[in-house]
């Protein structure tokens, strides 16, 4: 799972440069809340709960990325090997 989390105004230029980043914004990696863990288990619960999962339980390996999104936001997620 990827996630894009949006860009917070103050990572922008102001005036007629407000849609470019500021110089000594994050470029990639969000480090801010919520942490990873807490944004896995919604995404399980809620492919559980869409019954695109039996149970998350059956969830044994997976890597999690949390980056500034610059353009929508939103989460990636790929799913290989499933087994319902």
């Known amino acids: ?11 922008y230029r102001t005036g007629k440069y407000s849609d470019l980043l500021r ?3 994050p470029k990639t990696w969000h480090t801010n ?3 990873r863990d807490n ?3 919604a995404v399980l619960d809620c492919m559980t709960k869409g019954e695109i999962l039996k149970d998350d339980c059956i969830v044994c390996t ?6 500034w999104a610059n ?3 939103g989460v990636y997620i790929e799913i290989w090997g499933l087994v319902i």
């Open 1 to 11: 799972m990827t996630f894009y989390m949006p860009r917070p105004k103050k990572h």
């Open 23 to 25: 110089d000594d914004a």
């Open 33 to 35: 809340t919520p942490d």
């Open 39 to 41: 944004l896995e288990k």
């Open 62 to 67: 997976g890597t999690i990325q949390k980056k």
């Open 71 to 73: 353009a929508k936001s």
